[in-house]
């Protein structure tokens, strides 16, 4: 069995609503890991696997709006990157869904390094830029 996934204080961003979802994809991550001892056609594996797509997809629509709302400049990349890993995501649940043999602990490796590399690479940015639009926010009011 795969190492815990858990929760690293270096994987916050600095904004506490997307750093409370990241939190929650981890520990979703968490739970896929626990139910592939039992096999990839166990009933919690799919549950687990949906409930990721589903909270993932409301996750990155709430990063995209707050992107939007700090005019982050990177936001169609970004986006195209969310776009991607669903993409992928659907196309590994369709196998699945299909019958198709998949290795469990590669779509658990994939979805750990994805998450916590996106994170890390990607999402660190939209802290930083929502850091230096809250600081022209407060020194303007000043």
């Known amino acids: 069995m ?4 858990e929760w690293k ?5 600095g904004v ?11 520990d979703l991550l968490e739970r896929l890991r626990l139910s592939l001892p039992n096999g990839l056609q166990n009933p919690m594996v799919g549950s687990a696997l949906k ?6 997809q409301t ?6 709006t707050l992107m939007r709302g700090i005019r982050f400049a990177d936001l169609d ?4 990157l969310h776009k991607v ?13 299909a019958g198709e043999d998949y290795n469990a602990l590669d779509l658990l490796q994939f979805l750990k390094h994805w998450l916590v590399d996106h994170i890390i ?3 660190s940015r939209i802290g930083a830029a929502y850091r230096e639009a809250v600081s022209s926010v407060t020194s303007l009011q000043s």
């Open 2 to 5: 795969p190492d815990k996934i």
């Open 9 to 13: 204080k270096e994987y916050e961003i």
């Open 16 to 26: 506490s609503q997307i750093d409370t979802q990241h939190k929650k994809l981890v």
């Open 51 to 56: 409930e990721i797509v589903e909270y993932t």
């Open 59 to 64: 996750h990155f629509r709430d990063e995209e």
């Open 77 to 80: 990349r970004h986006a195209i």
């Open 85 to 97: 890993l669903l993409g992928e995501v659907a196309g590994i649940l369709k196998k699945l869904k």
């Open 121 to 123: 690479k990607e999402d």
